[in-house]
């Protein structure tokens, strides 16, 4: 099986690569293209995988390439996880809304809006491409947002592009964690939008254990959602909100705490990884050995993994900051989860294994206040079929209108992208809950215009 990752120079391919190593199953992937603009990227992350297969037998091939027709052409299964503008772009979304007193996180509020401008007419390209050159091919999008590109690619996909994010799976394993449940035999009832929803459910032998979990103070408080959100608030909420739904709840707090910082996420991760792919290049593992003797064994792949250590730890750090909460819990600073969703998505439709995952598919009617094309993010069964959204809890009530309302910023974000026509990204910017001000919409689109070139297509 035949697998194209875009964005294959990007951090996180080594995590998709580590699963890859470890499916030893029938109709495994033996082929990784990966596809990036950078080709110096290409080369340091090619290092890294080099170094991961080391030992492993029959490790599947990697080639690689910056032409996106050669990357999709043939593929079986493409992921999608794409940076528009790089880290320096989420950056840059960042600053510009703080100046604006508004939240600039890359999925949330204006950073996720221009980052949504940028992205959607690339990802639109992507799927036309991969619906022209492999029809027959899945596509597994990562890309950020990711339930709103996911619903821009359904235009020329429909239903063979599934948006997958590990949120809602790092969630439910905390909880069953604090319950004392193997979380490999509970079954996770969650519904919403990408970043935008809520664990209503935690079954283990047909019993749910999300009220004894919501009754129990100490365990309630022992798992990083309890400590980010509160035994209180949890407990009015009647459910578990999903780890973003902080920047909506504690919003001046977040809003507070970025501004205080001495840089923002986004800045620290684009000089983190600068340094990661600076000490990657050519001339620098030259300099790390002499000029008798290579560089240390494994050198590449040590410099991502201590790379990736730093960057867990610190992980959403400025919410944690904003209630105290301190550091990370050991047992978090794993990566895992996204490419476990993604290897498993793929051999149960590669397969017919059905399983059941969260992932992000379009509603037909799961969600009744939403349209059935809009995608949402709830536990599917997958097959050879695709993913189909189970039925399960409603909406909380108290949830109704925020999702209502980020559906209607994605929608508009889609329709600027699509149509060129700037009052669209001025409309998103406008009514979404975290920035309220038409006027501030205004200033803030016109600092992005002015940074991003790619988004010279507003009119």
């Not at 709103?148 to 590990?166: F, K, N, P, Q």
């Not at 519904?191 to 032998?205: M, T």
Request: with cysteine; glycine share 10%; hydrophobic share 45%.
């Amino acid at each position: 099986m035949r697998l194209t990752i875009l964005g294959g120079g990007g951090f996180r391919v080594p995590l998709v690569y580590r699963a890859l190593l470890g499916d030893r199953g029938e109709g495994r992937v033996t082929a990784v293209t990966l596809y990036d603009l950078d080709a110096s990227r290409l080369t340091a992350i090619r290092k890294v995988l080099t170094d991961q297969a080391a030992g492993h037998p029959d490790p599947p091939v990697v080639t690689v390439t910056t032409d996106l027709d050669e990357a999709v052409t043939g593929a079986d299964f493409v992921f999608s996880a794409i940076r528009v503008g790089g880290l320096a772009g989420r950056a840059a979304d960042e600053r510009i809304a703080l100046e604006e007193g508004v939240l600039g996180q890359e999925t949330v509020g204006a950073g996720g809006i221009s980052y949504g401008l940028r992205t959607v007419p690339v990802a639109l390209e992507i799927a036309r491409r991969v619906a022209a050159l492999a029809p027959d091919a899945w596509v597994i999008n990562f890309t950020n947002p990711a339930g709103l590109v996911t619903e821009a690619m359904t235009a020329h996909l429909g239903d063979r592009v599934i948006g997958i994010c590990d949120s809602p799976v790092g969630l439910g394993r905390r909880v069953a964690g604090a319950l004392g449940a193997d979380p490999a035999r509970t079954r996770l009832d969650y519904v919403g939008l990408n970043h935008l929803g809520w664990l209503c459910g935690l079954y283990a032998d047909g019993r749910d254990l999300l009220p004894s979990l919501l009754a129990d103070e100490a365990a309630l408080t022992s798992f990083e959602e309890g400590k980010l959100f509160g035994a209180d608030l949890l407990r009015t909420l009647g459910a578990l909100p999903n780890e973003y739904l902080h920047y909506y709840y504690f919003h001046r707090e977040s809003v507070g705490s970025a501004r205080a910082a001495e840089q923002t996420r986004g800045a620290f991760l684009h000089s983190q990884q600068q340094r990661f792919y600076d000490s990657l290049s050519t001339d620098s593992m030259s300099a790390a050995g002499s000029a008798s003797a290579p560089p240390p064994p494994r050198a590449a792949w040590n410099a991502w993994d201590a790379t990736r250590l730093e960057r867990e730890i610190t992980y959403m750090a400025e919410n944690r900051d904003a209630v105290g909460m301190g550091e990370r819990d050991s047992c978090d600073l794993e990566s895992g989860g996204y490419e476990q969703v993604a290897l498993s998505l793929m051999r149960a439709i590669a397969l017919d294994e059905r399983t059941a995952l969260i992932l992000n598919v379009r509603n037909r009617g799961r969600i009744p206040v939403l349209d059935d094309d809009a995608v949402i993010e709830v536990p599917c069964h997958v097959d050879a079929n695709g993913a189909h959204a189970i039925a399960g809890a409603p909406l909380p009530d108290h949830g109704k209108g925020l999702v209502c309302s980020v559906k209607e910023v994605e929608r508009a974000v889609i329709r600027a992208a699509t149509t060129g026509d700037r009052a669209h990204a001025v409309k998103a910017l406008t009514i979404h809950p975290l920035i309220d001000s038409y006027a501030v919409a205004i200033r803030l689109l016109d600092a992005y215009q002015r940074h991003f070139p790619e988004l010279a297509y507003l009119g």
